[in-house]
């Protein structure tokens, strides 16, 4: 059966949807806030996420990138902010489709059977964790351990590690790397992300002068190794 994971703090919300795609062949679980879509979505992924985007905790977007650093789970926005603004932020994060509230069920199903098909003829989702040797990230919940132990990272660390770890064996640049881990910052992009390369090495790599995971390419950027992914 077709499953659908609804991602919403309104609980009448939640039943309405329920009951129409339930009459429609889905099953349905659902989420009430944003942290613990992403670690549902890793225990039992689904074939649709259909997400609101004013949640407590994190918002709608965020878990959309969150998602995005391991999955390409379809995911379709439910929301009544019809702002062109949120509606390009929510797609520039990742979404693929944005419908505004109210809706009508037989266009939601619509919208869910093209997400679908786009999803099949694109082969579906990446792993949720990445191994590396006694390195695992679980890119879900955004937690890394080295040799089974946990290993604490900054934000920016993390985001700079999820970047090159969702890219195994691709060239990463110095300025692409900086815009995903931190936004874009001012100075030079080389220079900021070696500050944050050498402490992910140091807190990673078995001889951080000699790195194994975290392979630099001269006056260009980075690339990660390649390993196991589950």
């Known amino acids: 059966m077709r499953s659908v994971v609804v991602v919403d703090d309104e609980p009448q919300i939640v ?10 062949g889905y099953d349905v679980r659902s989420a009430g806030n944003g942290e613990t879509a992403p670690e549902m979505l890793a225990r039992d992924p689904a074939d649709v996420v259909l997400l609101d985007l004013g949640l407590p905790g994190i918002d709608g977007v965020e878990v959309v990138r969150r998602l995005r650093g391991w999955s390409q789970v379809p995911v379709i926005v439910l929301s009544v902010r019809d702002r062109q603004a949120d509606k390009v932020a929510a797609l520039d994060a990742g979404a693929d489709d944005y419908l505004t509230k109210p809706f009508g069920m037989d266009e939601l199903l619509a919208r869910i059977r093209v997400a679908m098909r786009r999803s099949a003829s694109t082969g579906g989702s990446a792993g949720a964790v990445v191994r590396a040797a006694d390195i695992e990230i679980d890119l879900a919940r955004r937690l890394v351990k080295r040799g089974g132990e946990p290993v604490h990272l900054t934000p920016t660390e993390y985001a700079l590690l999820e970047a090159l770890a969702t890219n ?42 000699r790195p194994r995971w975290i392979l630099t390419e001269p006056g260009i950027g980075y690339r990660f190794a390649e390993g196991d992914r589950t």
């Not at 039943?15 to 429609?24: I, P, S």
């Not at 874009?184 to 070696?194: E, F, I, N, P, T």
Request: aromatic share 6%.
């Open 15 to 24: 039943r309405a949807l329920r009951v129409g795609l339930v009459a429609n």
């Open 168 to 209: 195994p064996g691709k060239l990463l640049t110095h300025r692409w790397l900086m815009e995903r881990a931190a936004g874009g910052v001012s100075g030079s992009a080389s220079q900021y992300v070696r500050v944050y390369v050498a402490q992910l090495r140091r807190k990673l790599e078995d001889d951080p002068a």
